[in-house]
């Protein structure tokens, strides 16, 4: 009996330690997805480079691998990351006025992170979001006003936009990604400043605008 006992808090452990060693393998092979991007083109790129070879320009969208180290060579240069499947939470990256920026993408893992959410994709509308738009996707600086009283804010991703507030996206081919209350999405390129209310209604506000119905 003493000895079926010990071969069951053996098993019992093994398991335990196979079922450790899993969770912290796929947490190593965590891999991040590029979600918002800002970068000096007449100065620099935000790349990542894995092992010796040669540094690949980072694209939003983009899936950066779990080897990877990424680097930002301007300081006025920024990038938004999510764990790629998990695009609730973000890492935020700042280029530095004292030289390059270099991190590998466990270390930005062990960072500090924000939450974000985003309607849920349906037919109806997402009651939490009721005359709101998030900010799915974006490339390049862009404005957000809340109100006339209200200061302008450079927006992030994850950002939720009120239907009364306006943006202003600064720079030609800049792109914002916005998530309709029922989990469409739509995409606008600007230069183009516009009230989001505009959005709702399905407006033509430039040619770049295309909204998802």
């Known amino acids: 009996m003493k000895t079926f006992r010990m071969m069951g808090a053996m098993l019992a452990a093994f398991l335990l330690i196979a079922t450790q060693g899993v969770s912290a393998a796929d947490k190593k092979?965590?891999?991040?997805?590029?979600?918002g991007l800002y970068s000096e083109t007449s100065d620099g790129s935000i790349s990542y480079q894995v092992a010796k070879k040669d540094w690949v320009v980072i694209k939003v969208g983009d899936v950066i691998p779990v080897a990877a180290t990424i680097r930002i060579n301007v300081d006025r240069d920024w990038i938004e990351l999510t764990p790629t499947g998990n695009p609730n939470v973000v890492y935020d990256l700042e280029g530095s006025d004292k030289g390059d920026v270099t991190k590998t993408v466990p270390e930005i893992l062990k960072g500090k992170s924000r939450t974000v959410s985003f309607p849920k994709k349906s037919n109806a509308t997402d009651p939490r979001f009721k005359n709101k738009l998030?900010?799915?996707?974006?490339?390049?600086?862009?404005?957000?006003?809340?109100?006339?009283?209200?200061?302008d804010k450079d927006m992030q991703y994850g950002d939720v936009l009120d239907i009364k507030g306006k943006v202003n996206i600064i720079g030609i081919n800049n792109t914002l990604v916005l998530m309709f209350p029922n989990g469409a999405v739509t995409t606008v390129v600007g230069p183009l400043n516009f009230p989001v209310e505009k959005v709702f209604t399905g407006q033509n506000l430039y040619k770049y605008l295309n909204v998802a119905k």
Request: aromatic share 4%; with cysteine; net charge negative.
């Open 134 to 151: 998030v900010v799915a996707q974006l490339v390049g600086r862009q404005i957000y006003t809340a109100s006339p009283d209200s200061d």
């Open 29 to 35: 092979a965590e891999t991040l997805t590029c979600v």
